[in-house]
């Protein structure tokens, strides 16, 4: 069983950066599953904003981020790290990570961790 640990979260003013890290623990055959990042505002719909295959590395990002963000892993650290850029307050919600094993449909998501704040504001 993966355990996820999301941390990096915080305030940021618009145009900022910050860097989310997804951390798994447990049992790691991280190779078997695609780390998804998420994210959830106020009485909106749970979104993925990127995710990442452990095994290849192969990399998606919502159009909305494409250019802003950027999604990878660190092996040696067992974990997903988030790198967001030109932040606006759009991008102000929670931020959750999960896994789903490679090829299993986008509803397969699991593990979830709590999550971290982002909050842009000036």
């Not at 993966?2 to 950066?17: A, F, I, K, R, W």
């Not at 295959?53 to 974990?79: C, E, H, M, P, Q």
């Not at 606006?88 to 998501?109: E, F, I, L, N, Q």
């Amino acid at each position: 069983q993966v355990q996820l640990t999301e941390s990096g979260g915080g305030l940021v003013q618009p145009g900022g950066s910050l860097r989310l890290s997804c951390a798994a623990s447990g049992r790691t055959l991280l190779s078997y599953y695609v780390v998804g990042w998420f994210r959830q505002a106020p009485g909106k719909e749970r979104e993925l904003v990127g995710a990442i295959s452990w095994s290849d590395g192969n990399t998606y990002l919502i159009d909305s981020v494409k250019g802003r963000f950027v999604i990878y892993k660190d092996d040696a650290k067992n974990t997903v790290n988030l790198q967001m850029y030109s932040l606006t307050d759009r991008d102000t919600t929670v931020y959750s990570c999960a896994v789903k094993p490679r090829g299993a449909p986008r509803d397969s998501y699991s593990n979830w961790g709590r999550g971290t704040l982002v909050t842009v504001s000036s």
